[in-house]
Nanobody, 124 residues
Framework: QVQLVESGGGLVQAGGSLRLSCAAS????????MAWFRQAPGKGLEFVAG????????YYTGSVKGRFTISRDNAKNTVFLQMNSLKPEDTAVYYC?????????????????WGQGTQVTVSS
């Protein structure tokens, strides 16, 4: 079992940056593949980025490639999402998710644990 708590969301102007953190508690954080998803108002859950148990295996959705970077610090049980060059269309609630077996998937049903989400709002 693992509990996930996101932080770092907020309001930022277009072109700005934010760094999201997801702190995990529980056992064997390093054994989990981690991912970030987001949900914009009126839309479904969208995969943003994922990182496998052994960095630097990562995967990004096309709209954030080159702007977002996912990383993890297993010693601190934390996964990060550095978001640069933010756009208004990045506005969403961002969720951290953990998968207890190896592999990166864009399908949200593949993930076993979820945080409560953190709001990111990008103004134009």
């Amino acid at each position: 079992q693992v509990q996930l708590v996101e932080s770092g969301g907020g309001l930022v102007q277009a072109g700005g940056s934010l760094r999201l953190s997801c702190a995990a508690s529980g056992r064997s954080f390093s054994a989990y593949a981690m991912a970030w998803f987001r949900q914009a108002p009126g839309k479904g859950l969208e995969f943003v980025a994922g990182i496998n148990r052994n960095s630097p295996s990562t995967y990004y959705t096309g709209s954030v490639k080159g702007r977002f970077t996912i990383s993890r610090d297993n010693a601190k049980n934390t996964v990060f999402l550095q978001m640069n060059s933010l756009k208004p269309e990045d506005t969403a609630v961002y969720y951290c998710a953990a998968r207890s077996t190896e592999g990166l998937y864009t399908d949200s049903t593949r993930y076993d644990y979820w945080g409560q989400g953190t709001q990111v709002t990008v103004s134009s």
